[in-house]
T-cell receptor
Framework: AQKVTQAQTEISVVEKEDVTLDCVYE???????LFWYKQPPSGELVFLIR??????QNEISGRYSWNFQKSTSSFNFTITASQVVDSAVYFC?????????????FGTGTRLQVTL | DAGVIQSPRHEVTEMGQEVTLRCKPI?????LFWYRQTMMRGLELLIY????????DSGMPEDRFSAKMPNASFSTLKIQPSEPRDSAVYFC?????????????FGQGTRLTVV
């Protein structure tokens, strides 16, 4: 069975601080997909990134970066120079390699609060 | 594209009533998912369709829940009869299968309150 663990329930930082959100996953599949979604206070789920299990390259997108390490089954998300608009709940999710990569198992989410 | 469209955004109903949630996926997407979000259970998959055919409904909690997809541009999730414990945010999502298995795009959700 698949499992995604986000041990950090809530994180509070001051604007401009860097923050890392942890994600640890469990799966018996050799091919799988990892995702991060953002849920702002308005409630929608916004896709941030997808990672394939065979691609361990880290990725940077503006202030966001992701560190994928198969050896530790982790897919951590770092926000550099955080801003108030980054305040949201962030979900890590895992999908098996079935006919679709969108049958998602979500973690419980990490609530990030960025204050001035 | 307008994205995944769900209606209504909010629904308040009395216990025992039938409630129908609606979803219009992104045009051209061949997968449609229904997820539920609660404080206790987080985000969980209820059912998903491929080319309008239900593939996996193992997440549907009870027979009171049913979902249909009569065509590629419309799906419904029905609860009959509704109970207070069904109160949650219900999300619809769609995706397109391809060599790289694209991500799911979510609608804004329907917040259901059963009193």
């Amino acid at each position: 069975a698949q499992k995604v663990t986000q041990a950090q329930t809530e994180i509070s930082v001051v604007e401009k601080e860097d923050v890392t959100l942890d994600c640890v996953y469990e799966t018996r599949d050799t091919t799988y997909y990892l995702f991060w979604y953002k849920q702002p206070p308005s409630g929608e789920l916004v896709f941030l990134i997808r990672r394939n299990s065979f691609d361990e390259q880290n990725e940077i997108s503006g202030r966001y970066s992701w560190n994928f390490q198969k050896s530790t089954s982790s897919f951590n998300f770092t926000i550099t120079a955080s801003q108030v608009v980054d305040s949201a709940v962030y979900f890590c999710a895992l999908s098996e390699h079935t006919g679709t990569a969108s049958k998602l198992t979500f973690g419980t989410g990490t609530r990030l609060q960025v204050t001035l | 594209d307008a994205g995944v469209i769900q209606s209504p955004r909010h629904e308040v109903t009395e216990m025992g009533q039938e409630v129908t949630l609606r979803c219009k996926p992104i045009s051209g997407h061949d997968y449609l998912f229904w997820y539920r979000q609660t404080m206790m259970r987080g985000l969980e998959l209820l059912i998903y369709f491929n080319n309008n055919v239900p593939i996996d409904d193992s997440g549907m909690p009870e027979d009171r829940f049913s979902a249909k997809m009569p065509n590629a541009s419309f799906s419904t999730l029905k609860i009959q009869p509704s109970e207070p414990r069904d109160s949650a945010v219900y999300f619809c999502a769609s995706s397109l299968w391809g060599p790289k298995n694209t991500e799911a795009f979510f609608g804004q959700g329907t917040r259901l309150t059963v009193v």
